[in-house]
Nanobody, 114 residues
Framework: QVQLVESGGALVQAGGSLRLSCAAS????????MGWYRQAPGKQREFVAR???????KYADFVKGRFTISRDNAKNTVYLQMNSLKPEDTAVYYC????????WGQGTQVTVSS
């Protein structure tokens, strides 16, 4: 069973940037996709972005043009570059494996202050 460990969450001011990392304990290429999700306080977990094994990407409308997902198969790591952060981006960000996620990380907190 592969394990996912997120890192890179922090407190940042609005307009700032962060890069989240998701390190997998095994080969991520065997998954058809890797994705990022987020959950804000009092809200349901929502899709943010995903990248397929063929490097096709998909983004939620609310992050298009601001966030970029990428992967480094050699390092078994997926990244989420987040620019122009807004207070409403505050959430716990989770990494997941599979188009229908079957493996989840523990999450990393992102807090954007206004």
């Amino acid at each position: 069973q592969v394990q996912l460990v997120e890192s890179g969450g922090a407190l940042v001011q609005a307009g700032g940037s962060l890069r989240l990392s998701c390190a997998a304990s095994g080969n991520i290429f065997r998954f058809n996709a890797m994705g990022w999700y987020r959950q804000a306080p009092g809200k349901q977990r929502e899709f943010v972005a995903r990248i397929t094994s063929g490097d096709s990407t998909k983004y939620a409308d609310f992050v298009k043009g601001r966030f970029t997902i990428s992967r480094d198969n050699a390092k078994n790591t997926v990244y989420l570059q987040m620019n122009s952060l807004k207070p409403e981006d505050t959430a716990v960000y989770y990494c997941a494996a599979g188009i229908i996620p079957g493996v989840w990380g523990q999450g990393t907190q992102v807090t954007v202050s206004s």
